[in-house]
């Protein structure tokens, strides 16, 4: 067996969750073994059709949808405009995309929400399924983004070579993923408090996903497709606790503050070689 992301064989089980997962020793990618794509995507459809709370979690993104925004206005040379969102949802990234003057179109894998998407769009705008089934053109887009998303999906190698095909030359791709760094080390903080946190009505706030990067992970995996000009920081944190893991605002709110100062002073500190954040958002451009 070899790594998606730097093709080391040093695959060892983890210790974390040995019987669902595996490591690279070489880059640190957590992963699942034997994961059925047809259940892999029945999972997904279900929890973004039943449990997901999508308008109350868009909101809480909205600080980071602008900062995404902000930089994709910035960056896209030659007035390029065209951007594809894979994992849309019901397209509120690409409304503020809209507004912001940029052109949107949507990939979702969830029928209800792609049906959304084109009401808010027009159909011509949104494809329902996955991103290989859309058949893009070659050079087609000027930015591509995957919000939360590359992490559950059935091989993220081969999604990323598919975004690179479609995408223009100097183009960019923006991804944010969870950084399993920090959510293994806040695993074992809160494992022995797990009964007490039950008894306050509080849930486990560690998630862990089919694939799980590292800042390491990410970049290999980026430059083994081909992208160029990476950059890798901690991600502008969700506001409030859209997914009511505590259900007391405050003492969240004041958490999520104190984890991303600590988070942004020792990204300076470390001059961008330690990213600690709870997630990461990554920029890259196709060469």
């Not at 991103?131 to 990323?160: C, G, Q, R, S």
């Not at 290999?220 to 009511?244: A, E, H, R, V, W």
Request: net charge positive; proline share 4%.
């Amino acid at each position: 067996m070899k790594c998606i992301c730097c093709n080391s064989q040093k695959i060892k089980v983890s210790y974390l969750f040995p019987d669902n997962y595996s490591y690279c020793t070489s880059c640190g990618l957590l992963f699942q073994r034997n994961t059925n794509a047809n259940i892999l995507k029945k999972n997904i459809v279900s929890h973004y059709h039943d449990n997901d709370p999508h308008q109350t979690v868009a909101i809480s993104k909205k600080v980071f949808f602008n900062s995404a925004l902000d930089y994709l206005v910035s960056n896209c040379g030659n007035g390029g405009k065209k951007v594809l969102d894979v994992g849309c949802g019901h397209g509120y990234f690409l409304k503020l995309a809209s507004i912001s003057g940029l052109e949107p179109n949507g990939v979702e894998l969830a029928e209800n929400a792609a049906v959304a998407a084109k009401l808010e769009f027009s159909p011509d705008k949104i494809f329902h399924g996955e991103l290989k089934d859309a058949a893009f053109a070659d050079d087609h887009f000027d930015a591509i983004t995957l919000w939360d998303v590359l992490v559950m999906m059935e091989n993220p190698e081969k999604e990323l070579k598919e975004c690179h095909r479609i995408l223009k030359k100097g183009g960019i791709i923006g991804i944010r993923v969870r950084n399993v760094a920090f959510q293994k080390v806040a695993h074992y903080i809160q494992r022995p408090f797990k009964k007490k946190y039950r008894t306050f009505g509080i849930k486990n706030a560690t998630v862990f996903h089919p694939f799980c990067f590292t800042p390491l992970s990410i970049e290999k995996i980026l430059k083994k497709q081909g992208f160029s000009n990476i950059k890798i920081m901690n991600s502008p944190l969700t506001g409030g606790d859209p997914y009511g893991y505590c259900g007391f605002k405050f003492p969240i709110q004041l958490v999520k503050a104190l984890i991303q100062l600590i988070a942004i002073f020792v990204f300076l500190i470390s001059r961008g070689r330690w990213i600690i954040g709870p997630s990461l958002l990554t920029w890259a451009k196709k060469s």
